[in-house]
Structure formats: C-alpha cells, structure tokens
C-alpha cells in the first residue's frame, strides 16, 4: 500500500529524513519509534502533504500512485490520515461542521452521496460515546480550549470518521494519562482490518502495549536503523535509544517488505 | 509561493459583480460646489425655507473646516469643486408616484442587484426598501401596509415635504451639521436618503432596508437618513451599497442619525459593499460616513452591525450616545480589506445615563495590502454610574503584505465605571490550513471556514437575509446548519 525509497527531506536546507525507506501492507500496523528529533514527525507530515518541507529526493508511492505530488485535501481524500501530534484550534468553527464538511468531501471524493445532518449526528453520536467524548463537543468550537486528551479524542473521533485506510498517528499518546490512552489506543484497534494500515508513531513503548504493532522500527538522525518485531520495542524502553547509535547500518536493512 | 498561499490569493481574486453601469438620461448640476449649489440642490427638492436655511448654514461652516487627517488612511486631497453634487435620473414629471412609474431600466438595475422593486415579487411582508439611486430615491415599498401602523418610511426629499415638523424636530439633532468636515458638507449638500418614523408602542412588523446605489460618473452620494423611534417603539433597518467600477475614485459621505426614545430599540444593519478599486488600488469609492444613534430615552437601544467589505477607503465610527438611564449600545462589525483597500472604522461609545451599557465586538480582517485599522473611543461621563463597557477587538491577517492596528481610547470619569477591553490580532495559520487541507476541505473551503468562523459573533447579529448576503460577500458557505 505505501512505498518509500530513499527519502530525503529538508528544512531550511538542513536535513531532517537521510534515505528513509519503508513498506508498509494492507492489514498491517507498524510502530516508528525513535528519539526527540530523529524526525519522526517530519515523516508524518510529509506523507500527509505539509508543504513546508523540502523533498530533495526519493519516492513515495501509495497505491501505485506517486504520493508526493499530490496537494494534502487529495491524499486525504484518498485515504491518508494523520492524527496530528498537536491538534490544530480553529475558533467560531463548531466541531460538527467541520467533521461534517470533512466527512462529505471524503465521501464525494470516493462517490458516496453526502451525509445529511441527521445522518451525520446519528453516526458522529455514536462513535463519540465510544471514544468518550461528551455531545457538547460537537458544539465547541474545533479544538479550542480542549484539555490534551480531549484533542486526541478528537482526532481519534475524526480517523473513524473519515474511514481512512492508511492512519498515521503522530504521537497521539503523549500528554494522555492511562485512562484517556486506553481509550485511544480502543479506538485504534476498532479500526484495524484488512484493508487498512496503520502507522503508529511514538517515543514510549507504553502504547505499545495497547496497541500490539506488526512491525517496530527504530528511527534515528533521519533513516530507519533497525527494524524488528514488538520485543523490539520492549528491548527499548529498556535500553534507552543511546545503544542504537552505535548499532551496525545491517541492522537497518531487515526492514519488511 | 506555497501552494496554500497560492489558494488564498486565488480565493481573494474574486469579482465586483455589481459593477456595471446603468446607461439613463441623468438629469445633473455641473460639478463644483458654491452657495449656488445648495440652492440648486434645494430648489430641485422643492424644499422649504427653513430647510435651505439650514443648509446654507452648514455650507458656511463648511468653508470653515479643513478635512480630517488622523485617520490611519491616505489619499491625494479631494478637489470638492471636481465633484458632481447632484444626479438623478431624468423622469418626465417631479417624480413616479407609485413604483408602477419607475423607469423599467432602473427597476431591472434594481433586479440585477439582487433587490427587486415590486412588492409582488419579494416575499409578503418581509422587507420593504427604499431605494435610492446616485442622488434621488426612486422608490419605496410597503409604503401603504406601514402606513396603516402609523410608520412613516419613505425618502428623505418626501418627509421634508409631508412632515416637515418632525425633520425639523430630529434633523442634526444626533448629528449636528458642524459635528465634522464631511458631516458638514453631507448637511449642505445631501440630495436624498431615507426616513424613518415608528410611533409610540409601535413593533415595526417587517425589515426596512435601503439599498443605495452610486451609478453616474463624478458623482457624489451625500445621503441623509434620519431614524426615529418613539417611546416603546421597535424597528429593524438594513442597508446595503453597490456601484459601478470607474477608474475616478468617487465620493459617498452620509450621515445617518438614530433616536431611540424611551423603551425604544433600533437595531442597524449595514453590508456596505461600494466598489473597492481595482488590484492595483485604482478608483473605488472612498466612503467617509458619520453614523450616530443616541439612546435618549431610558431603557432604550441602539445596536449597529455592520459587513464593510467594499470601498477604497472607509472612514466610520457607528456610535451610541447613552443618554438615557438603563440605555444599552451595541456595535458589531466585520471589516474586509484586500488589494490596496484601507478601513479606519470602530465606534464611539458615550456614557451619560446612569447603568448604562455598552458592546464593541469588531472583527478586521486584512488581506493582499490591504490595511485595517480598528479605532474605539468608549467614554464615560461623571454622571455616569456604573457604566459598563466591554469592547472585543480581533483581527486577522491573511498574507504577509496586510496591515492591521488597532487604537482603542478609554476615558472613565466616574469611578463606577467598569470597563474592558480584550483585542487579538492572528494570521490564518498554515496550521489551520493544513488541519482542515488534511481532513479533505479544498483551500478554498478551508479559509472559508476560518474566515467564517473569525465573524461568526457578528453574523449571527445580521438579520437572517443579510447574514446570507455577507457571507456570500465574504466568499464563504453558510456555517451552522447544523451544531
């Protein structure tokens, strides 16, 4: 579903991604954890289709079709989700008009007819109480003055929404204390089918303890340096990322297909 | 250039749909302006004496006055002697009579605004209109179903004709005709506008609304309305503004005068939308405006709204005089500059009645090098306790070659007074943009809704249709149908 070859990105001319590659599957979750900085969450957004990073190099293809190339409304109409690592407020904007015009303009794209607003409340009713959140959010205006955990409820809320098949979610579990990661960590699983990837980014093994990945991969100064199954993530948390660093480039080329 | 930007400027490229030129026999004075010039314009209204009086009185004090410099504003001087002062379009006799006399060109203009003229083509008994064309009103609806209530709603030129004693009594009265430069010429050379009269205890049972509309070259718009509410008495009045794209910037200084007796609300909606100049900041009309409600009653209320997105240069501070004890004032206001378009608008708050109330919420939004400028003065008097205050001011940018400033004046001299002021300036985020781009809303979608929901606290004090209108005008989708 999602191939990348040798990317290479920058910002402001100093490199942040140095060759990355990674292939993903239908059905399949994989976690990318790695240190501050490592750039993990420049990967998110450029896969999402931020502009303000520079590809210098490499190939995305999602589908079979160049990714890179394609303004971020066209990406996300087709599928590619991220859950964004900080949440984005937009006073004066209710929550339900912009998940209902985000919902609509998913599902015009892909030629469904346009929920109306009783449809539209029914579902949105409905998988609000599964992910915890209150009704009046829906009347609040899109992430203003939601506590941290409230915000990621929301974009968990919006992934199931938007039915996406390739989630990335960029550190969705910072800043949650374990009640509201459970809840999150729900979400994500709900969603997990075959025909749908998952990419989970994170600095904590902790919620990969929720959500049990197919695949870890250990990011450090812009590339991937080692990949392996979920005891790799256990491994970490208990050796800290500084081993790593030293760790042979080979280790770096088991990387799934 | 990102693609984002690029979006946004596209978004903001749009068109003046109401630019063209409706091409009538005008009847006009030759430009240049001299004593002979208001006697003319007086003569030409069959006005009487007492009426040329007063503006020759005006005129005179005029000639006393420099024009006002401190606005955050500019452009080349004004030569008042290279303006026409009065146009109107040929008619056969004094006037129509009845809408069924109305040179059909003139009502298709009206059509092709978006206003239609004749009573069975709008719905029953939503909105009555006065409109009023360069320097005449060519006709008003509903005239005879408001009648039977006792309102009088009818154009300025009619009420010094049929009720001279209550023009007498209110005119200049808010507003007096030496109160500044551009009110004073207004005073001298007004031509027409509307007027408005709601008995005691009278609920206006329908929207009065004027849409006016600049359309000969060189001309000049002076229009004079003048709103009286009695005691107990509510009105909902709209206007709305359109001219043709010219090359020559043109001039449109008004007055409009509020009263509010005792018990009395009036509530005033302007989507003022005059032709803005083109990209590079050539013609458009510069829109130099006084607009003054005064609460003189007790309990009474004024509140204005207004959408400015249209003018070269907009100069006005809609203001509340809080005279009456218990009085409340409102001012809500959206301001749009884009290209080369400068606004220096905000309100006057003056506090004289005791408990007296008053709501500043202005929302300037600035875009290519446009420049915005919110200015507010809220004033409490000695005598007035327990003045209360709350003025909101939030602008926001959209580019980088925009400007936005803000100069809010507090002057409290009593020590009840409460008084706050809050004022946010931001830029529609590339996060935002982002965010909405992201869950699949095009660009142009994306700024709609931010931008939409910047003014959502003013829409939502439109009346339903206006609310429609400027929203469109903003180039933005109705928000809010659901949630």
């Known amino acids: 579903m999602l191939d990348i070859n040798d990317l290479r990105v920058s910002v402001d001319g100093k490199p942040i991604l140095n060759g990355l590659s990674l292939h993903v599957k239908a059905g399949e979750v994989h976690a990318i954890m790695g240190p501050n900085g490592s750039g993990k969450s420049t990967l998110a957004q450029v896969l999402a289709g931020r502009d303000s990073f520079q590809v210098d190099g490499g190939t995305v293809t999602y589908d079979g079709e160049d990714l890179l190339t394609q303004p971020a409304e066209v990406r996300a109409r087709a599928g590619v989700f991220l859950a964004f690592q900080y949440p984005v407020e937009i006073p004066g904007v209710s929550n339900a008009y912009f998940l209902k015009a985000a919902v609509n303009a998913v599902r015009r794209h892909r030629g469904l007819q346009e929920l109306d607003a009783m449809d539209f409340l029914k579902r949105v009713k409905s998988e609000m109480k599964a992910v915890g959140m209150k009704e009046e959010f829906l009347y609040r205006s899109v992430n203003e003055g939601f506590s941290g955990g409230e915000k990621k409820r929301n974009e968990v809320l919006q992934m199931t929404l938007l039915e996406p098949k390739l989630a990335v979610l960029d550190e969705t579990d910072s800043g949650l204390d374990i009640d509201a990661l459970k809840v999150v960590a729900d979400g994500v699983n709900r969603l997990r089918a075959p025909d749908r990837a998952l990419i989970v980014i994170t600095h904590y093994q902790r919620l990969l303890d929720y959500i049990v990945p197919d695949y870890v991969h250990v990011l450090a100064n812009g590339t991937i340096v080692r990949s392996g199954g979920p005891e790799l993530a256990a491994e970490l948390e208990e050796r800290g990322y500084a081993w790593l660093a030293k760790a042979p480039e080979e280790q770096a080329k088991g990387v799934t297909t | ?483």
């Open chain 2, 1 to 483: 250039m990102n693609a984002a930007t690029k979006n946004i400027d596209s978004f903001l490229d749009r068109e003046y749909s109401a630019g063209f030129v409706t091409d009538l026999e005008s009847d006009s004075l030759p430009k240049g302006l001299s004593e002979a010039t208001v006697r003319a314009i007086s003569a030409k209204k069959h006005e009487p004496a007492f009426m040329l009086e007063w503006r020759l009185e005006a005129y005179r004090h005029w000639l006393t006055m420099t024009p006002p410099h401190w606005a955050q504003v500019g452009f080349p001087a004004i030569d008042f002697q290279d303006i026409v002062y009065y146009a109107a379009p040929k008619q056969k006799k004094d006037g129509p009579r009845s809408l069924d006399e109305v040179d059909p060109e003139l009502l298709r203009t009206y059509e092709k605004l978006g206003v239609p003229l004749h009573e069975r083509a709008r719905l029953a008994g939503v909105v009555a209109v006065d409109a009023v064309f360069d320097s005449v009103s060519v006709g008003t609806t509903f005239q005879k179903q408001l009648a039977e209530k006792g309102i009088i709603f009818c154009s300025f030129s009619e009420a010094v004709r049929e009720h001279p004693d209550l023009v007498r009594q209110y005119l200049g009265s808010v507003v007096p005709p030496g109160d500044n430069f551009y009110a004073a010429l207004n005073s001298a050379v007004f031509s027409d506008g509307s007027f408005v009269y709601i008995p005691k205890g009278v609920r206006c049972p329908m929207e009065l609304s004027t849409y006016f509309r600049i359309n000969a070259q060189d001309t000049g718009q002076f229009e004079r309305t003048l709103i009286i509410a009695d005691e107990g008495a509510h009105v909902s009045y709209l206007e709305g503004c359109t001219a043709p794209m010219r090359d020559e910037n043109q001039l449109h200084a008004a007055v409009v005068e509020l009263v509010a007796l005792k018990d009395a609300r009036i509530k005033y909606s302007t989507v003022q939308n005059w032709y803005p100049g083109d990209k590079d900041g050539k013609g458009g009309i510069y829109n130099f405006v006084t607009k003054r409600g005064d609460c003189r009653g007790d309990r009474s209320h004024i509140s204005w709204t207004q959408v400015e997105t249209g003018s070269a240069i907009t100069w006005k501070y809609p203001s509340v005089v809080l005279r009456g004890d218990d009085s409340v004032g409102e001012f809500y206001s959206v301001a749009l500059t884009n290209n080369r378009q400068q606004a220096d608008t905000g309100s006057k708050m003056t506090h004289m009645g005791r408990n007296t109330r008053s709501t500043i919420i202005s929302k300037g939004i600035s875009a290519g090098h446009g420049s915005n400028t919110f200015r507010g003065l809220v004033k409490v008097t000695p005598k007035a306790e327990n003045a209360r205050n709350y003025t909101q001011c939030d602008s926001l940018l959209i580019g980088e070659q925009c400007a936005a400033h803000t100069f809010p004046t507090i002057e409290a001299g009593n020590p009840s007074a409460r008084v706050e002021h809050e004022a946010t300036t931001s830029r529609i985020g590339e996060d935002q943009l982002f965010y909405a781009m992201q869950r699949g809303l095009s660009a142009e979608d994306a700024v709609s809704m931010i931008v939409s929901g910047f003014c959502k606290e003013v829409f939502k004090e439109l009346p339903m249709e206006f609310a429609v209108e400027a929203q469109n005008l903003l180039g933005v989708s109705l928000e809010g149908s659901i949630g």
